[in-house]
């Protein structure tokens, strides 16, 4: 209850798979608790969740995850893959959300007391696909959807996203991952230079000095969106022949 500090961590594998489970990852249930500079990945919930917990992070009284990666995270009953409960002020700053499914909602679901700060939430799938029977003995495919984002748009700031969380007219709405990042396909989730994650971040308090690379926190003109800063502005050639 007295808070406390994780950094600097690998948290990989968890499993939230009773009926209580809360999180696959991280459960923060102080105000003052603090889940920074960490990789969160290949959590998940199990089938025995109910839709109870959150496949890496769950946020609670007012906690705080910041400078972090959450990837590769999966929930087969739970909700998103970061997510507030009964939480009041909390906050999720500087973070990269991606690549993470769940039955309905995917990457961050954002309570109408807490905040998302120069966070992206990109390419995570509700896996509601497949076929359904109504009870006419009708038949339904139904095809898996974006949904990376729930929340109140007043409460997120300098958010960038893609897929039907245009809901949330604060959020910049980004294209293919290709264009986001330096280079996707290999796991590089560093902004890509000139791209729209670059500089479009806003400045906060208790903003730290570095980023989940160990690199400046704020290079250029402004802060990145993202646990990644871009270190390398746009350039340009001029060739004379």
Not at 5 to 13: A, F, K, P, Q, Y
Not at 51 to 65: D, F, H, K, P, Q
Not at 88 to 111: E, F, P
Request: charged share 15%; proline share 2%.
């Amino acid at each position: 209850a007295g808070g406390g500090t994780v950094s600097n961590c690998v948290l990989r594998g968890g499993s939230a798979s009773s009926y209580w489970a809360s999180a696959g990852g991280v459960d923060i249930r102080s105000p003052h608790g603090l889940v920074t500079h960490c990789v969160i990945t290949n959590c998940s919930t199990g089938a025995n969740n109910e839709g109870n917990g959150c496949a890496a992070v769950m946020i609670r009284a007012g906690g705080r995850l910041e400078n972090s990666l959450v990837a590769h995270n999966h929930s087969i009953e739970g909700r998103a893959a970061v997510g507030f409960y009964g939480s009041v002020g909390g906050a999720v700053v500087n973070c990269t959300i991606l690549d993470n499914s769940a039955k309905d909602l995917a990457g961050l679901s954002l309570s109408s007391t807490d905040y998302a700060t120069n966070c992206v939430m990109v390419a995570n799938i509700a896996t509601q696909g497949g076929t359904e029977i109504s009870n006419d003995g009708s038949v339904t495919n139904k095809v898996p959807v974006v949904r990376p984002f729930s929340g109140t748009a007043a409460n997120a700031v300098a958010c960038a996203t893609d897929g039907e969380a245009v809901v949330n007219e604060t959020c910049l709405l980004i294209g293919s991952v290709s264009d986001v990042f330096k280079n996707y396909e290999n796991g590089d989730f560093t902004p890509k230079a000139g791209g729209p994650l670059v500089n479009k971040g806003a400045n906060y308090d208790g903003m730290v000095s570095v980023d989940l690379a160990g690199n400046p926190r704020k290079f250029g003109k402004g802060v990145d969106i993202g646990c990644y800063e871009c270190q390398r502005e746009k350039s340009f050639f001029i060739v004379v022949r």
